[in-house]
T-cell receptor, first 114, second 111 residues
Framework: DVKVTQSSRYLVKRTGEKVFLECVQD?????MFWYRQDPGLGLRLIYF???????EKGDIPEGYSVSREKKERFSLILESASTNQTSMYLC?????????????FGPGTRLTVT | EDKVVQSPLSLVVHEGDTVTLNCSYE??????LLWYKQEKKAPTFLFML????IEKKSGRLSSILDKKELFSILNITATQTGDSAVYLC???????????FGQGTILTVHP
């Protein structure tokens, strides 16, 4: 079974803090993704990575950056947290290079910025 | 811009009812349509469809894709309270396995 883990289930940070969210997958997938999920808006793609050190912006990258130094680990960084970044953050990985499109999700991190 | 629209946005039924959830999509270089179920946690993968007219089935759930009309439906028969969840539809093209998600349909099944 694919296992995707995220470093925290709940996180509370103050405005202006730098925030790191970590994601690890154990299935040797090349592709990894970061989404945020807000009521009524569905899942929106922030960034994705298709290989180590390779990254691409998604639909809403402003205020975020990412790091992929190892294949199994994909980190999302909020450079200076703001209250409008309060959300559920979901990481996913995908065996896309094997011709399969399904993405497997981690449990999510509910981030509150005060 | 790629787009996925689901309807209805919410649905309330009683146990034993049959429901149909709709998903329309506009995705460049479309390759696949996926359905996920999300309870109070991360989405879990249900189906992936790549060819028109092929019905995928898993127990009481089934799904069909129409690539000509650019839509898919998810049917759930004999609903149970455990089917209460948000059902997400997503469409993927050829760009690194990126998926575009719809807003989701909130299904509530009353006993």
């Amino acid at each position: 079974d694919v296992k995707v883990t995220q470093s925290s289930r709940y996180l509370v940070k103050r405005t202006g803090e730098k925030v790191f969210l970590e994601c690890v997958q154990d299935m040797d997938h090349e592709n990894m993704f970061w989404y945020r999920q807000d009521p009524g808006l569905g899942l929106r793609l922030i960034y994705f990575s298709y290989d180590v050190k390779m990254k691409e912006k998604g639909d809403i990258p402003e205020g975020y950056s990412v790091s992929r130094e190892k294949k199994e680990r994909f980190s999302l960084i909020l450079e200076s947290a703001s209250t409008n970044q309060t959300s559920m953050y979901l990481c996913a990985s995908s065996p896309w290079t094997s011709g399969r499109y399904e993405q497997y999700f981690g449990p999510g991190t509910r981030l509150t910025v005060t | 811009e790629d787009k996925v629209v689901q309807s209805p946005l919410s649905l309330v039924v009683h146990e034993g009812d049959t429901v149909t959830l709709n998903c329309s999509y506009e995705v460049t270089n479309f390759r696949s349509l996926l359905w996920y179920k999300q309870e109070k946690k991360a989405p879990t993968f249900l189906f992936m469809l790549t060819s028109s007219g092929i019905e995928k089935k898993s127990g009481r759930l089934s799904s069909i894709l129409d690539k000509k009309e650019l839509f898919s439906i998810l049917n759930i028969t004999a609903t149970q309270t455990g089917d209460s969840a948000v059902y997400l539809c997503a469409a993927g093209g050829t760009s690194y396995g990126k998926l575009t998600f719809g807003q989701g349909t909130i299904l509530t099944v009353h006993p």
